[in-house]
């Protein structure tokens, strides 16, 4: 059974702290991704990566960083949390072979900043 | 740039009923795929049905199905005989043909639909 597992259901952070959200996917998947869902907007990508230590900001990277130092893991970094990056988080990998491959996503995990 | 509507943000039907749930999309790409996902109360998205532009018969899974008008730019998912496992939110996505070696999925706002007995 495919995976991809993100470290926390729910998280609560004070303001200006560091956030690590961790995404782990037992695929073998050359893409991940990091979207955050808030209502009304759907999913809004922020981070992809295509290979190791490889990055590309999505629509919407302002605030966040993204590590990604072995294949199947892929952290999202908030370097000072702020109360308008409280969000749910999904993480989501596909293949690289081919277009149109389907996205698996995480469990998500919702992202309270106080 | 691509852009996804979905105007229904809420529906509901009863059990055994058929419901469709719209989207349309916004490109001026001539191949890509369209994507139908759900994600129920327990927060794991999951693929629901798959359309690629260049075939034009609409695909079909069990009791979902899609009507995809092309030059409409439509593309909205039908479900037969609806369960109440089919509560969830469902969105629809637009992935264009990769020219930056990746594919990126663009989401509409959702639709949440409820299943009542």
């Known amino acids: 059974d495919v995976k991809v597992t993100q470290s926390s259901r729910y998280l609560v952070k004070r303001t200006g702290e560091k956030v690590f959200l961790e995404c782990v996917q037992d695929?073998?998947?050359?893409?991940m991704f990091w979207y955050r869902q808030d209502p009304g907007l759907g999913l809004r990508l922020i981070y992809f990566s295509y290979d190791v230590k490889m990055k590309e900001k999505g629509d919407i990277p302002e605030g966040y960083s993204v590590s990604r130092e072995k294949k199947e893991r892929f952290s999202l970094i908030l370097e000072s949390a702020s109360t308008n990056q409280t969000s749910m988080y999904l993480c989501?990998?596909?293949?690289?072979?081919?277009?149109?491959?389907?996205?698996?996503f995480g469990q998500g995990t919702r992202l309270t900043v106080v | 740039a691509q852009t996804v509507t979905q105007s229904q943000p809420e529906m509901s039907v009863q059990e055994a009923e058929t419901v469709t749930l719209s989207c349309t999309y916004d490109t001026s790409e001539s191949n890509y795929y369209l994507f139908w996902y759900k994600q129920p109360p327990s927060r794991q998205m999951i693929l629901v049905i798959r359309?690629?532009?260049?075939?034009?018969q609409n695909a079909t899974e069990n009791r979902f199905s899609v009507n995809f008008q092309k030059a409409a730019k439509s593309f909205s998912l039908k479900i037969s005989d609806s369960q109440l496992g089919d509560t969830a939110m469902y969105f629809c996505a637009f992935m264009k043909h990769p020219t930056g070696g990746y594919n990126k999925l663009i989401f509409g706002a959702g639709t949440r639909l409820a299943v009542h007995p």
């Open positions: 989501a990998s596909s293949s690289a072979t081919g277009w149109g491959t389907e996205a698996f």
């Open positions: 695929m073998d998947h050359e893409n």
């Open positions: 359309q690629e532009a260049y075939k034009q």
